[in-house]
Nanobody, 125 residues
Framework: QVQLVESGGGLVQAGGSLRLSCAAS????????MGWFRQAPGKEREFVAA????????YYADSVKGRFTISRDGAKNTMYLQMNNLKPEDTADYYC??????????????????WGQGRQVTVSS
């Protein structure tokens, strides 16, 4: 039972930066893969990025590779998504998630063990 609380996000102009945080509680945090999905209204949920329990293995969707950086602070039980060079197509609700599957598999999953409430990211042109 992992509980996830998200913070950050907001509104920026194209080319700007935002940061999302996801604080986790529960004993499973240290061994779970964690990551982010996003969903725009009327659109399918899509994978963004994932990181393994030790922070040594990361995986990114092609659409965000080179612009977004996922990281994890075990001491604070917190995962971060640094989003740079944001584009209008990045506009969506971003959801923190935790699961036991490896980061490379996350783009194929339809269900995961734990979800945060979501944070809005809006990028204006």
């Amino acid at each position: 039972q992992v509980q996830l609380v998200e913070s950050g996000g907001g509104l920026v102009q194209a080319g700007g930066s935002l940061r999302l945080s996801c604080a986790a509680s529960g004993r499973a945090f240290s061994t779970d893969t964690m990551g982010w999905f996003r969903q725009a209204p009327g659109k399918e949920r899509e994978f963004v990025a994932a990181i393994n329990w030790s922070g040594t293995n990361t995986y990114y969707a092609d659409s965000v590779k080179g612009r977004f950086t996922i990281s994890r602070d075990g001491a604070k039980n917190t995962m971060y998504l640094q989003m740079n060079n944001l584009k209008p197509e990045d506009t969506a609700d971003y959801y923190c998630a935790a699961d036991y599957h490896s980061p490379a598999l996350w783009g194929t999953l339809d269900t995961l063990n734990s979800w945060g409430q979501g944070r809005q990211v809006t990028v204006s042109s």
